[in-house]
């Protein structure tokens, strides 16, 4: 092959990895054109209403159609009570404080800082994405299809672990309501929906809970040390409150609640341990800080 015919092969193949790139929703950009921002303010926006709709529907009322048992959300997770299932009334805050900060971030692609909007833009297709698949995983968990449920949770994991490793500096107010609090929802959610599915109810089935749930422990201390992300330890630790506190209401000699609390301890003292130096001003680098994209690609363990 001559010199000219290698350099239009390479012109062509960097013209199609540039392609690829612009139409890419999910490849981080340090700039977005007007129509991109307004596509994702429509998109955001709608998905956030169809999940927050549904869910709180659902909350209230059962499926009205479908062959299998159905019931709403929390009496699901009632009537299936495992030991992964949580306590209602702290789930219920958990998220409503989550859809109030999520309408925070929907705010910033509006913003007039343009490092803002485009922090906010670069993690708006992995949060139309959560809300879709939250949105069948709630209709696919009140008709009683816990494997498919349990699928689109599976799928989830990825999409919102991907969008944490892309953007692990994206502001704590993008950070916490779209990338950090789902997962961490969404990572308990896994152990929940699965236990359902497969009817834990039986001694093998309590023991190997009691083993697994250590896991959750180990997830949030991965964060902690690797992110410095306080965020991800307070979000845990509250889910494990309300495991523990669940599992104690219906099962008061067990050892489940027993461990939830203590993960729920260990996250919470870990995170405060992490998280008081960068709120007192002593954190080398400070999440709440927009930072360009040669930052964000920078490795995420630094030294003190």
Known sequence: MSDGAAEGVGRQIQATSENVHSINPFMSRETYPKR?????????????????ITSFYYTFNKPTE????RDTIFGQNSRRHTPFALNSIIVSIYWIVLYIGQL???????????????????VGSHFVVNNLLLFGAVHLWVRSHF????????????NLSAAYFRHSRTPRF?????????????????????????????LI??????????????????F????????????LSVLMAALGVSQFLTHVIAFQWIFAFVIMG??????LLVGVPGIIGQDPFKRGVVVSQDAERQPLLEEE
């Open 104 to 122: 925070g971030y929907s705010w910033h692609l509006y913003s007039g800082n343009d490092a803002y909007v485009t922090a906010a833009a670069n």
């Open 174 to 202: 993008i950070h916490i309501p779209v990338v950090s609090g789902p997962l961490a929802f969404n990572y308990v959610a896994l152990f929940a929906v699965g236990a359902a599915a497969v009817n834990a109810h039986s």
């Open 66 to 69: 479908g062959k299998h048992h």
């Open 224 to 235: 902690l040390v690797a992110y410095k992300d306080y965020t991800m330890g307070f979000e």
């Open 147 to 158: 494997w498919l449920c349990l699928l689109l949770l599976v799928i989830n994991f990825f």
């Open 36 to 52: 991109s921002v307004h596509a994702y303010r429509v998109s955001t926006a709608l998905s956030w209403l169809l999940l927050v």
């Open 266 to 271: 260990v996250l919470f003292i870990l995170s």
């Open 205 to 222: 089935a309590r023991i190997f809970a009691n083993v697994m749930i250590w896991s959750i422990l180990g997830y949030g201390f991965f």
